[in-house]
Nanobody, 124 residues
Framework: QVQLVESGGGLVQPGGSLRLSCAAS????????MAWFRQAPGKEREFVAS????????NYRDSVKGRFTISRDNAKNTVYLQMNSLKPEDTAVYYC?????????????????WGQGTQVTVSS
């Protein structure tokens, strides 16, 4: 059974940090592009970051560049999202996703597996 389970969300003050984790089971992430998406209330889901199977290539949406870092540990079958200098506009449910293939994508429709999401709230 394929599963992606996110953890690490919570309430943090502006300027704070959080580290999200996504543990995969039922498949090996080493053959997949792994990504984080987010969805704020009343808004569409949006791409946040992705990393190739080797970790050698990463992509970020412009608004998180320099603040967020995606990484992966294939041995642990886990992907991470380190989020620093958090802003209120980063508040959303964050989802982990996996895409089998050689190319990255910022479209959620092209991802094969999804987690259930973890809430991140940035507020004072």
């Amino acid at each position: 059974q394929v599963q992606l389970v996110e953890s690490g969300g919570g309430l943090v003050q502006p300027g704070g940090s959080l580290r999200l984790s996504c543990a995969a089971s039922g498949f090996t992430i080493s053959r997949y592009w792994m990504a984080w998406f987010r969805q704020a209330p009343g808004k569409e889901r949006e791409f946040v970051a992705s990393t190739i199977w080797s970790g050698g290539s990463t992509n970020y949406r412009d608004s998180v560049k320099g603040r967020f870092t995606i990484s992966r540990d294939n041995a642990k079958n886990t992907v991470y999202l380190q989020m620093n200098s958090l802003k209120p506009e980063d508040t959303a449910v964050y989802y982990c996703a996996a895409r089998f293939g050689l190319t990255s994508s910022r479209s959620g429709d092209e991802y094969d597996y999804w987690g259930q999401g973890t809430q991140v709230t940035v507020s004072s």
